[in-house]
């Protein structure tokens, strides 16, 4: 092992394989950002045009507190808000955090996601065994005398509606996912979406009906499937969720409702405002950070 090291100092090259100079580098901007944390972290107030794009002015502002080093090797995203009720008018351009839409899409983080899932909801059928069907246990017919084979009652598993052998018991094949894990492939996911161009974000889906989503749904050509996504409480009666089910390809759900499967299986994905800034805050809250710090005064949310 020693003779290892000593070839690679010859070479100028680190045990990991790195040139020496890179490797003090990598020490040095490290040791640098341990020590100025406080002197390199900038609060940055958005320009009004931003995140203030309704009319009357009283909308979300925020405070981005994004370390210095950390802005210029990953830069937030930018995207265009939409007006529900007009889709092809723009309200403005809003950013959004990296640590959720400007991740490295992973597609094992996506696949494992989505794999826990599946086998959260996973569900058996029972398949009832004899002794737990109802009827009689009596004996269909003598033991012996009849040249028949030898049958015990109705409930035998050769006979239809009998039990099964060994049936199949109600399992849960749920798991404990790490967290880190799951805000790994959910942030993915959203950054795969916004890069297609299939995440619309719109100003607010507050107050919205069923025909508003089908015919919003109609003005995207070639989409099968729309995932709307509201930050608000729909307030949707039972008869409104009756008809949101014979709407096919058209589905509404919160962000504590919203789940990475969803937003896999359907073409396109509807956000408004709020539930942007929501989900944001779920998946820094579940790292640890504080990116965003809300400010809602005057504000119609």
């Not at 010859?10 to 990598?26: E, F």
Request: charged letters at 25%; a negative charge; hydrophobic letters at 35%.
């Amino acid at each position: 092992m020693l003779g290892v090291w000593r070839a690679l100092l010859k070479r100028g090259m680190s045990p990991a394989g790195r040139p020496i100079s890179v490797v003090r580098g990598l020490a040095e901007v490290a040791h640098s950002t341990e020590s100025n944390v406080d002197q390199n972290s900038e609060t940055e107030e958005l320009e009004p045009t931003a995140d203030q794009y309704l009319e009357d002015g009283s909308f979300h502002t925020r405070t981005l507190v994004v370390h210095e080093a950390f802005r210029k090797f990953r830069p937030p995203r930018e995207a265009w808000i939409y007006q529900f009720s007009n889709p092809e008018q723009k309200r403005g351009l809003i950013e959004l955090h990296p640590e959720v839409f400007a991740v490295n899409p992973r597609i094992d983080k996506i696949y494992e996601v989505l794999h826990w899932q599946d086998l959260c909801t996973r569900k058996e059928v029972i398949e009832y065994m004899r002794s737990e069907l109802p009827g009689s246990g009596k004996k269909l017919r003598p033991q012996k005398g009849m040249g028949k084979a030898r049958i015990k009652d109705k409930r035998a598993p050769q006979f239809k509606m009998g039990g099964v052998p060994l049936g199949l018991r109600p399992r849960d094949f749920g798991y404990d996912i790490d967290p880190m894990d799951l805000v790994a492939g959910f942030s993915a996911i959203c950054t795969t979406k916004l890069a297609q161009g299939t995440l619309i974000i719109v100003d607010t889906l507050s107050g919205v009906s069923v025909p508003e989503m089908s015919d919003y749904k109609d003005t995207l050509s070639g989409v099968d499937s729309v995932l709307f996504v509201t930050g608000y409480d729909p307030g949707l009666t039972a008869g409104q969720n009756t008809e949101i089910c014979f709407h096919p390809g058209i589905d509404l759900l919160t962000t504590e409702m919203v789940h990475p499967l969803a937003m896999v299986e359907h073409n396109v994905v509807v956000m408004d405002y709020a539930a942007v800034r929501q989900l944001e805050q779920w998946v820094l809250d579940l790292k640890g950070e504080h990116g965003i710090e809300e400010r809602v005064e005057n504000s119609p949310l």
